[in-house]
């Protein structure tokens, strides 16, 4: 039965112990599974038998055994320091990050009435105390001019000071000429975050003591289960099972560059009530119903709630996420019917499904309100910044940009943008499914298997429903030698999965239905309104910094935010919910053919067993994904392409809606140059994965099994989210981002094992061979290439009133390159017996045990001019570890290092 939530993820389900056997369908799975486009995962429950039986554990880890995250220090500023660029930079000092983990559960499984009635009961629970790295603040050198290769303000600045005989120069943009030196003392001034200097430095500062170091990341989940099984009859057998599972995750996002006040408080509540009947007709006849009956909560609360957004990419995320709150009450309801029937070489299954899905959804989506700030054009400070020559300075020095972070200071935010109106969203949305297959023994050593699977996924009035996913699936099983050692499998299938439910809250709530938007969103950009550009994001926002709207952290009682619609009137904004939209609106909508999302799938396989116990398989894998959702924005029009020489001396086009000519004329480059944005959630993005296998496996005998797994693999795509942030750069031309996927992984390799000790204990065996006996040894080695990932300019550059998606001048999607993943954790174990019936076994194991760095994130805001730098050659880049967190490709953070777990377990 389902037990996916609104999003694909998974819910709470069962704790490990209560799970007798879980099969993963990775393709070509039968028709009788479905509402999947990737793989099925089946899970059977353990239940009660004749014997009493159960199991007790317990594991625990602690940091005096661990190594520290490389990330993990404390602040270069406490909160409450003063930074005082006329003293030498300051930096912060390793720390160890904490960690307290205990899991523990334990399950009991007895009969109720001998050979006729059972039960099994699990429980399971974690408790974690430890902490995340946010290395917001880990040198002051942050505050200064920037000095790193991407964007030398230091070297501009140092030249401007050397400057033989003081010359003047043009030092303001639109101000009379200075001499050299002074010129370089002011852009000193201007370019650091100097408390004294302004209250927004002064705030900028104290929000990057207080949001960076380690912060708790305490979790708390408890997993509890009950099954009770009942031999009606000969023919009839019942079970019901009930699960109920609670989490709790306090500060999961708090990591890399995302601050404390970004944080949030997870907690999930799950309730799951189970029923199925078993009937068996005659020996070639049955039939099996289930029902199942969930109720669930999600909560997302955030650490700060309604304080508006600060994002500084390369620097730091701060203030209330823009999606936050998010309260989501999930109810689901299912029946299930499968009827199997034996004929001949034919076994032929067929059956209903039906789900009925209620939601009830409270999120405040843009409620807080966000400014976007990213890198600017130095010219708009001083023409020495842009053009170093106009100066004096030499043809070596660079330009330079005014990156984010001083964009902060100065209060140039790229864009305004907040919500505001009725954040609830309540719906039902039944799926229903039919199927029908055949098994055929078409000899004795080939099987083929066929079939078909319906599914209707109804939508709410706003949201088009498919109603033609229809599944075919086959598949066969060859043993071409007719020896029992080889065996050839191959298969395809369609596979439609279910629409993500976000898709129809934002089109409710963020669109425009029967003339009314729910919720009445506006986007601000630094350019000005159109037709009225005195109306900037950098009026707003200095406006209302100005006014401690910025800084609040707490709205008054009844506002769901602390900038409220009042506090818009000043600039003649007026919230209205009602058509026609006000200009500055951004709008959502869906396509009107809007369609489910499908995969064709395709596997063939070849396994030969080369000695007893030792096979080796071979197979390839191929995964077409198609009507992939991706948000559009239709208001953009073509327009003509504008051209850049990078510095490697190639040149490079693209479509530029900031042109003068757009401008000019705007209704020749925006179908509503009045509209900010209009962004269609369209089914039009794809997927391609295309995969080898090679696995080599040893059954246990001889003391030992062993197990290799190598994958070579290829996945492409063109869309990363549907979110609109991660909208195509072109948003005419969504061919363009077609690339390497962000889960691309060209290389994986596994390699596990067992090894049991070869000694025996017993009354009769020597002391050496009792001590030597009942150990086990599991060795695990993993290993994956990096995941792409995409370079960001910081700032909207083409002009199409998109900033968090841009890309440096003629890079691709995804031309970056994360790091390496290997790891090697092991096992040991000892076990003893405890009288005729019970085991007790005792563990120790390790993760990471080498201790290696395994990077987990890079700063990926390089700035627009990153290919225009001299000495570029290519977009292929990697991340180092040789520059801070908050410059230009600088790790953001890191895997956990080695961790050692101690353990107990009994079974009886």
């Known amino acids: 039965m389902e037990a996916n939530d609104d999003s694909g993820g998974v819910r709470l389900t069962l704790s490990q112990d209560a799970v007798q056997e879980f099969q993963i369908n990775r393709s070509n799975y039968s028709a009788e599974q479905g509402s999947a486009s990737g793989a099925s995962i089946n899970i059977v429950s353990k239940s009660g038998s004749n014997q009493v039986h159960g199991s007790g554990y317990g594991f625990f880890r602690n940091d005096a055994l661990d190594a520290r995250d490389p990330f993990a220090y404390s602040q270069a500023l406490q909160p409450g320091d003063v930074f005082n660029p006329a003293l030498p930079d300051s930096q912060g000092?390793?720390?160890?990050?904490?960690?307290?983990?205990?899991?523990?559960?334990?399950?009991?499984?007895?009969?109720?009435?001998?050979?006729?009635?059972?039960?099994?009961?699990?429980?399971?629970?974690?408790?974690?105390?430890?902490?995340?790295?946010?290395?917001?603040?880990?040198?002051?050198?942050?505050?200064?001019?920037?000095?790193?290769?991407?964007?030398?303000?230091?070297?501009?600045?140092?030249?401007?000071?050397?400057?033989?005989?003081?010359?003047?120069?043009?030092?303001?943009?639109?101000?009379?000429?200075?001499?050299?030196?002074?010129?370089?003392?002011?852009?000193?001034?201007?370019?650091?975050?100097?408390?004294?200097?302004?209250?927004?430095?002064?705030?900028?500062?104290?929000?990057?003591?207080?949001?960076?170091?380690?912060?708790?990341?305490?979790?708390?989940?408890?997993?509890?289960?009950?099954?009770?099984?009942?031999?009606?009859?000969?023919?009839?057998?019942?079970h019901f099972r009930y699960s109920f599972g609670h989490g709790r995750e306090e500060n999961p996002d708090v990591q890399s560059l995302t601050g404390f006040s970004r944080g949030s408080l997870l907690r999930s509540y799950d309730h799951t009530l189970q029923g199925a009947w078993f009937h068996q007709f005659s020996t070639k006849a049955q039939n099996e119903i289930r029902l199942q009956g969930s109720y669930s909560e999600v909560n997302v609360i955030p650490n700060v709630t309604g304080q508006a957004g600060l994002?500084?990419?390369?620097?730091?995320?701060?203030?209330?996420?823009?999606?936050?709150?998010?309260?989501?009450?999930?109810?689901?309801?299912?029946?299930?019917?499968?009827?199997?029937?034996?004929?001949?070489?034919?076994?032929v299954k067929m059956g209903l499904y039906a789900l009925e899905r209620g939601n009830h959804t409270e999120s405040d989506t843009f409620f807080p309100g966000r400014f976007v700030f990213g890198s600017l054009p130095g010219g708009i400070l001083s023409p020495c910044l842009q053009v170093p020559a106009a100066c004096g300075l030499p043809g070596t020095v660079t330009p330079a940009m005014i990156n984010s972070l001083q964009s902060a200071s100065l209060g140039l935010p790229q864009f305004y943008q907040q919500g505001f109106g009725n954040p609830v969203f309540r719906y039902m949305r039944p799926l229903l499914a039919a199927y029908w297959q055949d098994s055929w023994a078409v000899r004795p050593n080939f099987t083929l298997n066929f079939g078909v699977r319906y599914e209707l996924d109804s939508q709410p009035r706003t949201l088009h429903t498919d109603k033609n996913n229809f599944g075919p699936r086959v598949s066969f099983a060859w043993d071409p030698f007719k020896d029992h050692k080889s065996v050839v499998r191959g298969g395809y299938g369609v596979f439609f999965a279910p629409t993500y439910w976000q898709i129809a809250d934002v089109v409710q709530t963020l669109g425009t239905v029967i003339g009314f938007r729910q919720i009445d969103n506006l986007l601000v950009p630094l350019t000005?309104?159109?037709?009225?550009?005195?109306?900037?994001?950098?009026?707003?926002?200095?406006?209302?910094?100005?006014?401690?709207?910025?800084?609040?952290?707490?709205?008054?009682?009844?506002?769901?935010?602390?900038?409220?619609?009042a506090d818009l009137t000043q600039f003649g904004i007026t919230v209205s919910h009602t058509n026609p939209p006000p200009p500055l609106t951004v709008l959502f909508s869906a396509q009107p053919d809007y369609q489910n999302p499908y995969s064709q799938q395709a596997e063939l396989g070849v396994e030969r067993e080369i000695t007893h116990g030792l096979s080796v398989s071979a197979s390839y894998v191929y995964v077409h994904s198609l009507r992939l959702p991706v948000a559009i924005d239709t208001n953009p029009l073509p327009v003509p392409t504008a051209s850049k020489v990078l510095a490697n001396g190639s040149t490079v086009s693209y479509q530029n809606w900031g042109s003068a000519a757009c401008n000019a004329i705007p209704t020749n480059c925006f179908v509503n140059p009045l509209i900010l944005q209009n962004n269609v959630y369209s089914s039009a993005a794809m997927a391609l994965y295309q995969g080898g296998l090679v696995e080599?496996?040893?059954?246990?005998?001889?003391?030992?099994?062993?197990?290799?797994?190598?994958?070579?693999?290829?996945?492409?795509?063109?869309?990363?989210?549907?979110?609109?942030?991660?909208?195509?750069?072109?948003?005419?031309?969504?061919?363009?981002?077609?690339?390497?996927?962000?889960?691309?992984?060209?290389?994986?390799?596994?390699?596990?094992?067992?090894?049991e000790s070869p000694w025996k204990g017993g009354s009769g065996a020597g002391a050496g061979q009792r001590i030597l006996s009942g150990f086990q040894l599991s060795p695990i080695f993993r290993y994956n290439s990096g995941h792409p990932f995409t370079l960001l300019a910081g700032s909207d550059i083409n002009g199409d009133r998109h900033s968090t998606n841009d890309r440096p001048y003629g890079a691709g999607r995804n031309t970056g390159l994360g790091p390496d993943f290997w790891t090697f954790d092991m096992r040991i174990a000892r076990q003893f017996h405890v009288g005729e019936k019970a085991n007790l076994r005792l563990l120790a194991e390790g993760f990471n045990l080498l201790n290696r760095t395994n990077y987990g994130s890079v700063n990926n805001v390089v700035g627009a001019a990153y290919g225009l730098l001299p000495g570029f050659t290519t977009y292929n880049v990697s991340g180092s570890n040789a520059v801070s967190p908050s410059q230009p490709l600088g790790f953001t953070s890191a895997l956990p290092k080695r961790e050692i777990q101690i353990g107990v377990r009994l079974d009886f």
Do not use: W
């Open 696 to 755: 080599v496996k040893k059954r246990f005998s001889d003391y030992f099994t062993l197990l290799l797994n190598y994958t070579y693999s290829k996945a492409l795509d063109n869309s990363t989210d549907f979110n609109s942030d991660y909208s195509p750069v072109d948003q005419t031309n969504l061919a363009a981002e077609r690339s390497l996927s962000s889960f691309n992984e060209r290389h994986k390799l596994v390699f596990a094992g067992v090894l």
């Open 93 to 238: 000092q390793p720390v160890k990050n904490t960690l307290s983990r205990q899991q523990f559960g334990g399950t009991l499984g007895l009969p109720i009435k001998k050979d006729k009635t059972f039960l099994f009961i699990a429980f399971e629970g974690l408790r974690q105390d430890a902490q995340n790295a946010v290395p917001l603040l880990t040198n002051t050198s942050i505050f200064r001019p920037q000095s790193d290769a991407t964007n030398n303000q230091a070297a501009i600045i140092s030249g401007l000071a050397g400057l033989a005989g003081n010359p003047p120069v043009p030092c303001m943009t639109g101000q009379p000429a200075l001499p050299a030196a002074t010129c370089a003392a002011i852009l000193t001034n201007i370019l650091t975050l100097n408390p004294v200097s302004s209250p927004l430095n002064a705030y900028l500062v104290n929000q990057f003591e207080n949001n960076g170091g380690v912060f708790p990341y305490d979790t708390r989940t408890y997993l509890a289960s009950g099954r009770l099984d009942h031999q009606v009859g000969n023919n009839d057998q019942v």
């Open 528 to 565: 000005g309104e159109p037709g009225n550009p005195a109306l900037t994001s950098a009026a707003i926002f200095q406006t209302l910094f100005a006014q401690g709207k910025v800084q609040c952290t707490a709205p008054a009682p009844g506002d769901a935010a602390c900038i409220t619609p």
């Open 311 to 347: 994002d500084i990419p390369g620097y730091a995320n701060l203030g209330t996420n823009i999606f936050l709150p998010s309260l989501t009450i999930m109810r689901r309801m299912e029946f299930a019917d499968n009827f199997t029937k034996i004929r001949g070489h034919h076994t």
